[in-house]
C-alpha cells in the first residue's frame, strides 16, 4: 500500500458508493479499501479491494487494519433516522460503539485523519429553523439524531485529549441517482425522481409545505473531500461544520420535475417520518464552513432536477 491508504466503512449505501468511486480515482483503486456489512457488487467490487465488515466486530476490524494499515478512514456505517426511530436500540449500538471502535484505532494507531458525517438531525424542536447557525440549541428527539449529537461530542473529545484528527460535516438530505436511499427521512427528494420516470406519478410521505435543507450528491462529496484536504490549522470545527445546498418543499421539487415532465402529479400521505421532519432546520447557516474551508455549493433546485433525470434516464435507456 501507497502512504496515503484509505479504508471506507458503510461504501454499500448512497454516499460511501459514490465517495469510493472519487477516492479512487485521487488516490488509486489499489488504495481505497471499500467495506461494508455484506459483500460488496458493482463498480466499487470490481474496480478496487473490497472487505465484508460489521464495525460492530473489532476483532474483524483489527485484522483489516493490520492488513491494509490505513492513513485514512472514511467511518459511514450508521442507521440512519428513520430506520433507527424503528430499532433504537441497534441504532444507539452500531452508530455509538462503531465510532468508538474507530476513533480508539486512530489514537492506538498512525492513522493520520478521520471522517465521520454527523447530520441536521443533531438539532430539535427548540433550535432555530430558519438559517441554523453553526451553534446554538442541540435538543434532538431522535435515535439518530441523539447518536450524533452524543457522535460530535466523543468526536472534539478525542480530538482534544489524544489529537485525533476527526473532520465531520452535518449533512442535510443528501439526492444522487447512483443508489438507493438508506432509510433516511428526506429518502423522498431522491425516490421522487425515480417514481417521476417511471409511473409519472408519486406519493410523498411528507406533507407539501414541509421545507427542508438538501445537498446534491456531487456537492457532498466535494465539500467531505475538501475538508479532508484542508490544512489541519484551518479546521476549526472539531464537533461537526454546518454545510447547506438549497432548501425546498415536496411541492417545490415536483414543480420543478414539471419543468421537466409536465405531466408529473404529487400527492401527499404523511407518516411518521412527518413528525421527524418537523423537528428539522428549514434552512441551514454554513458561514463558517464558507470561511475555514471555502465551500460553496455548486447546485440549485433546477439544476438538480435536471441533472437527476438526465442520468436517470440514460442509466434506464429512458428517452426524453
Given amino acids: ?13 448512497q454516499l460511501g458508493t459514490e465517495l469510493c468511486e472519487t477516492l479512487r480515482g485521487m488516490y488509486g483503486d489499489a488504495n481505497v479499501v ?5 459483500p460488496l457488487t458493482g463498480s466499487v467490487a470490481e474496480s478496487g479491494p473490497t472487505e465484508v465488515l460489521d464495525i460492530l466486530d473489532k476483532q474483524r476490524f483489527t485484522e483489516i487494519l493490520d492488513q491494509y494499515k490505513p492513513t485514512q478512514i472514511y467511518h459511514l456505517a450508521a442507521l440512519l433516522s428513520a430506520t433507527a426511530e424503528r430499532q433504537p436500540k441497534l441504532g444507539w449500538t452500531l452508530n455509538m460503539d462503531g465510532l468508538f471502535h474507530v476513533l480508539d484505532a486512530a489514537k492506538e494507531r498512525a492513522i493520520s485523519k478521520i471522517y465521520w458525517p454527523s447530520s441536521i438531525a443533531v438539532f430539535g424542536p427548540n433550535t432555530p429553523r ?5 451553534h446554538c440549541v442541540m435538543d434532538p428527539n431522535t435515535i439518530y439524531g441523539i447518536t450524533k449529537l452524543a457522535g460530535e461530542r466523543y468526536c472534539e473529545y478525542y480530538f482534544e485529549k489524544h489529537g485525533v484528527d476527526v473532520r465531520s460535516i452535518r449533512y442535510p438530505g443528501l439526492i444522487g441517482y447512483k443508489s438507493a436511499p438508506g432509510g433516511g427521512t428526506t429518502d423522498y427528494a431522491v425516490d421522487i425522481y ?11 410521505f411528507l406533507s407539501e409545505e414541509t421545507e427542508l435543507p ?9 465539500a467531505t473531500i475538501n475538508l479532508m484536504e484542508a ?23 415536483a ?5 421537466e415532465i409536465p405531466e408529473f ?12 421532519a418537523n423537528s428539522w432546520p428549514k434552512s441551514i447557516d454554513d458561514g463558517t464552513a464558507r470561511m475555514e474551508w471555502d465551500w460553496k455549493p455548486e447546485y440549485d433546485l433546477q439544476a438538480m432536477t435536471g441533472d437527476m433525470l438526465m442520468h436517470l434516464r440514460e442509466m434506464n435507456s429512458i428517452k426524453s
Fill in 231 to 253: 490544512p489541519a490549522e484551518n479546521i476549526k470545527i472539531r464537533s461537526s461544520y454546518n454545510v447547506a445546498g438549497m432548501s425546498f418543499t415536496p411541492d417545490q421539487i
Fill in 130 to 134: 430558519d438559517q441554523t447557525p453553526q
Fill in 214 to 222: 438538501m445537498l446534491y450528491m456531487p456537492d457532498a462529496l466535494r
Fill in 1 to 13: 500500500m501507497s502512504t496515503d491508504s484509505i479504508l471506507i466503512i458503510g461504501s454499500g449505501g
Fill in 194 to 204: 425515480h417514481q417521476a420516470l417511471q409511473q409519472g406519478k408519486y406519493e410523498c
Fill in 255 to 259: 414543480a420543478s420535475i414539471r419543468n
Fill in 265 to 276: 402529479e404529487i400527492s401527499y400521505a404523511p407518516d411518521y417520518r412527518q413528525q421527524i
Fill in 34 to 38: 471499500a467495506s461494508d456489512v455484506r
